[in-house]
């Protein structure tokens, strides 16, 4: 059994992380991976403002993405460019395949808690 804090695991870019599973993302937000194994991967995502993991949609082959929002506000944006603002207590939910973007809403610095599940968790863009 594993236990961990969101809210403690979660560092932003200018809280300096040093975990040795934070890492700098594109776009400048901070990825604290806390599992990572053969069939799923949980990471804690921190968007200040402006932070993106890159203006383009992208998709994960052969994982679902599920996001739940713990502080701020995000916007998710699906594979139509629909986007939907999303508060603390949110759930968004990308299905295997699916082009996708979230990042932080305009005005607001986002604390989101990310599960991938499935083998193939890397990251696809459009032609």
């Given amino acids: 059994m594993e236990v961990f804090n969101v809210k403690e695991v979660g560092k932003f870019s200018d809280q ?7 890492e700098k993302a594109e776009g400048g937000y901070i ?17 200040r403002d402006g932070e993106t993991p890159g203006e383009d949609l992208h998709s994960h082959p052969g994982a679902v993405e599920i996001y739940y929002v713990v502080e701020g506000e995000c916007l998710g944006i699906d594979s139509q460019r629909n986007e939907q603002r999303c508060g603390p207590g949110s759930v968004v939910y990308f299905d295997a395949g699916e082009p996708h973007n979230i990042h932080s809403a305009p005005g607001s610095d986002a604390l989101v808690y990310r599960v991938q599940i499935g083998a193939d968790r890397s990251v696809k863009r459009p032609a």
């Fill in 31 to 47: 990825r604290n991976r806390v599992v990572s194994n053969d069939k799923c991967s949980v990471t804690i995502a921190c968007f």
């Fill in 16 to 22: 300096n992380p040093d975990q040795p599973y934070s």
